[in-house]
């Protein structure tokens, strides 16, 4: 742990280094499965090494003192009066998380939080995910040691309260996917995740002669600014439509493509049919992903990847210019077998399959292009996979 970053806790919060302890989350990128995970679908992301670290320190109230190495305000709250801070512009996803811990009956203590954050905001890496677990971890590590308790703690279950914090502080009903590949996942691995029964494989990535590249267009979004609610709305009224052929049926995954293109005109409006027609496919294409590269079919699973993009481009329809000029230039270039956008959409980032040699000219052309034909510039990294949320012992 860096000593510059626990002499900036010092700084701001008083005292000595005794008794800090730091908590890290990372932020995930999606290889494939968008907009599936809210419907009850499949998903198949990564964590990254790019993480959200925590410095917590336990107070002898009742108060929460959060701060960020790139913000510099300090934001004051009190655990007993959390519905107060819904509105805050930032530290209302670590207080909705506190908010729902204390509703799930931990016993939280009061306490001097400070973060950093390596997960680019509004990029679509799930930043906030991975705020929410390092946040609920520091939290309840700090509430059970102010009691004398030692357990090991549930990170499936502090993904579902701070997936929880998003639905009910938040007011975006986001899927659990983020949270979940914050919570857990593993170097060297990808989740293939059932999102109706949390139930999950590890699948070793194997890329051998291949790096997956993430590319961020820099151009900033918020999910609850967004069409996100409203394409979740559609998804439901077209299962509801569903629903009189397949009256079990309580997500759109337990619709198959087959029966979907059978029973497709029950959908009489044209826009919620494509929404429907997006996610099932896309169920399907996950788990080809997944079994192209349990046999280390890199090709396959690029062209996955670029149908993905094509349906969510085309279907879904929350690509937009950015994300669409940065896929199809990735798609010019020899020795790259697929690209995609991951995340909710209308602006974040692109994941490019790209051959290693041909990394550099990648980032070259793709970022030369991109600025002459958006304005601005987009920023690269060359992606590895890491592990999940963890207390790192100081």
Request: net charge neutral.
């Amino acid at each position: 742990m860096s000593k510059e970053l626990i002499q900036s806790f010092i700084t701001y919060f008083g005292g000595e280094s005794k008794g800090i302890r730091a908590f890290v989350s990372p932020g995930r990128v999606n290889l494939i499965g968008e907009h599936t995970d809210y419907n009850g679908g499949f998903v198949f992301p990564a964590a990254l090494t790019m993480a959200t670290t925590v410095l917590a320190r336990p107070r002898s109230d009742r108060q929460i003192n959060l701060i960020a190495t790139d913000l510099k305000q300090m934001v004051y709250a009190y655990l007993d009066e959390l519905y107060k801070y819904k509105t805050l512009k930032w530290g209302n996803y670590q207080l909705g998380v506190a908010d729902e811990l204390q509703k799930a009956g931990y016993i939280l203590c009061g306490c001097d939080l400070l973060y950093d954050d390596k997960v680019p905001l509004g990029s679509g890496l799930s930043s906030s995910a991975a705020i929410e677990l390092a946040t609920a971890l520091a939290l309840v590590s700090l509430g059970d040691a102010s009691q004398g308790v030692k357990r090991e703690i549930d990170l499936v279950e502090m993904a579902k309260i701070s997936q929880a914090a998003e639905h009910n502080y938040i007011g975006v009903k986001c899927g659990i996917m983020d949270q979940f590949a914050s919570a857990m996942g593993k170097k060297g691995m990808a989740i293939f995740l059932d999102c109706r029964d949390l139930t999950w494989e590890m699948v070793p990535i194997k890329m051998s002669g291949y790096k997956l590249i993430i590319t961020n267009t820099n151009k900033k979004r918020s999910l609850g600014e967004s069409k996100y609610d409203e394409r979740r709305s559609e998804c439901e009224r077209g299962l509801v439509c569903l629903n009189k052929v397949f009256p079990k049926a309580r997500y759109l995954r337990e619709i198959s493509v087959d029966d979907f293109y059978k029973y497709k005109n029950l959908i009489e409006d044209e826009i919620v049919r494509k929404r429907v027609e997006h996610i099932v496919t896309e169920n399907e294409r996950v788990i080809k992903s997944v079994n192209a590269l349990k046999r280390n079919d890199l090709k396959t699973f690029g062209k996955l990847m670029n149908a993905s993009h094509d349906s969510l481009r085309d279907l879904y329809e929350v690509t937009g210019i950015e994300l669409d000029t940065l896929v199809m230039e990735a798609r010019n270039i020899d020795g790259v077998l697929g690209s995609r956008m991951t995340g909710a959409g209308f602006g974040g980032c692109t994941v490019s399959l790209v051959e290693e040699d041909m990394a550099d000219e990648f980032i070259q052309r793709v970022g030369e292009v991109y600025k002459q034909r958006i304005g601005y510039s987009a920023s690269f990294y060359i992606s590895e996979t890491g592990n999940g949320s963890r207390e790192i012992i100081l």
